[in-house]
Every structure is written in C-alpha cells, then in structure tokens.
C-alpha cells in the first residue's frame, strides 16, 4: 500500500494528507481551484481567528463580504486605506461608507452616497490589487558621520568616519607564582591538588594512630607477662 503524502496547503498552510479541499480554509486544492483563489488575492484583510493565515483579498471579494453581512461595524480591516494597519471598519475609507458611516466623522450616511453630507469626504473604491497603500517615498537623508546603509558605493569614500583602530595593549600584569594567593575555586586543578593533599595527610595520621595502638598494646602485654 502506498504510504499517503503530506503536503501544506498553498492557501493557508494547514498541513494534512493530500487531498483535493483544504480542511481548514476549505479551499479547492486542484489545479484549477488554486487559480480561481489566485484570482481573489489582494490587499484588503479581514481579521478571522478561525482561519488566521488566509492571504489577503480583492476589494472586491471585501465589498462581496460587507454585502453578505460577513462584515460589520466593529469588524477588523486592513488594506491600502489603513496604510495595513488594523481598524474597524467604521472607519476605514472605502469601506465604512458601505456599512453606512462615514470613516471620518462617523456620520449615518446612505451605503450609495458618492460623499458624506455632513463633512464632504468624498467615498470610493480601491481595486487596485498591487497596491498595499504604504508610503514609496524615499528615506530622507540624514546627517551621517560614519557608513550608512543607504549610501552608494562612491560616497563610502567620501564619509567623515575615523578609522578603525586596534584596542591599545594594557600592561601585563605579573604572573603570580605558586603559593602567592593563587588560590582558584573549587573543581579547578590547584583545588583538587590540595584537596588530595589534605585527605593524603589524613590517612597517614590514621595509620600512625593504628600503628601507635598496636605498639602501646604489644608493650602492655610484654609488661603483664613479665
């Protein structure tokens, strides 16, 4: 029997056994499945804790959302008018209009207004899908006195920086001979060689204090018998 794959799924990374509908988003898995959902893809995220890792969406497919009343007030939305960044969706433009507010000033206004009657903002769509809405400007320049990241190959050379220098040598400092304080902690070396002197010395003092027994015993014998 031939052992079953596992694969990860291309739409939102689930791992299971290969199969032609995801168990966790319930995306077609087949070719022709995976080219329809590429066709939904976009900038525009939805925040759903059941499928957390779903791609983003088409304007589109988010306005599809708002219409089936999978979108809410109080809803969590990202895209190119939020600089993708999270916000309710009362007051994201683009789509706030069609919940009926206006994202600016939260005024009740019809999901077919072209602008808000109270603060003239004006409402639309953004069906770009390319665009994720982040600033393209350029990083501004700053003053710099050593190497930048954002500095070309010819003016490297032309930076202020120092240059690099070595850390100057400090004086050695005498080296210690043995028994002048150079006591180290216990496991080291110079530790266990005088932890194996002392219990050296102790085990000559006991046979000393056996063979100074045995000679007291002897000597108190030899007096009795006399």
Same mark, same amino acid.
């Given at each position: 029997?031939?052992?079953?794959?596992?694969?990860? *799924?291309?739409?939102?990374?689930?791992? @299971?056994?290969? @199969?032609?509908? #995801?168990?966790?988003?319930?995306?077609? /898995?087949?070719?022709?499945?995976? /080219? /329809?959902?590429?066709? &939904?893809?976009?900038?525009?995220?939805?925040?759903?804790?059941?499928?957390?890792?779903?791609?983003?969406?088409?304007?589109?497919?988010?306005?599809?959302?708002?219409?089936?009343?999978?979108? +809410?007030?109080? &809803?969590?939305?990202?895209?190119?008018?939020?600089? @993708?960044?999270?916000?309710?969706?009362?007051?994201?433009?683009?789509?706030? +209009?069609?919940?009926?507010? *206006? +994202?600016? *000033?939260?005024? +009740?206004?019809?999901?077919?207004?072209? &602008?808000?009657?109270? #603060?003239?903002?004006?409402?639309?769509?953004?069906?770009?899908?390319?665009?994720?809405?982040?600033?393209?400007?350029?990083?501004?320049?700053?003053?710099?006195?050593?190497?930048?990241?954002?500095?070309?190959?010819?003016?490297?050379?032309?930076? *202020?920086?120092?240059?690099?220098?070595?850390?100057?040598?400090?004086?050695?400092?005498?080296?210690?001979?043995?028994?002048?304080?150079?006591?180290?902690?216990?496991?080291?070396?110079?530790?266990?060689?005088?932890?194996?002197?002392?219990?050296?010395?102790?085990?000559?003092?006991?046979?000393?204090?056996?063979?100074?027994?045995?000679?007291?015993?002897?000597?108190?014998?030899? /007096?009795?018998?006399?």
């Amino acid at each position: 029997m031939a052992k079953q794959r596992i694969l990860a *799924c291309p739409l939102c990374g689930e791992t @299971q056994y290969e @199969q032609s509908v #995801c168990k966790q988003c319930g995306g077609k /898995l087949d070719p022709d499945g995976l /080219l /329809l959902a590429e066709s &939904s893809f976009g900038p525009w995220y939805l925040r759903d804790e059941e499928n957390p890792f779903a791609p983003g969406m088409t304007y589109d497919l988010l306005v599809h959302k708002v219409r089936e009343e999978n979108v +809410h007030r109080f &809803s969590l939305v990202r895209g190119p008018t939020t600089r @993708q960044l999270w916000i309710v969706a009362k007051r994201v433009p683009g789509i706030a +209009h069609l919940l009926g507010r *206006c +994202h600016k *000033c939260d005024e +009740h206004v019809d999901p077919t207004s072209l &602008s808000c009657p109270s #603060c003239e903002v004006t409402f639309g769509g953004y069906r770009d899908r390319d665009s994720l809405g982040l600033e393209e400007a350029p990083p501004k320049k700053v003053t710099t006195t050593g190497v930048s990241s954002f500095l070309g190959d010819t003016a490297i050379f032309d930076t *202020c920086s120092e240059p690099m220098k070595l850390p100057e040598k400090s004086p050695e400092t005498p080296r210690r001979e043995e028994g002048e304080g150079n006591i180290s902690g216990p496991g080291s070396p110079a530790f266990r060689v005088l932890q194996r002197s002392i219990e050296s010395s102790k085990r000559k003092n006991r046979i000393l204090m056996v063979a100074l027994g045995v000679v007291s015993l002897i000597l108190i014998l030899v /007096l009795m018998n006399r």
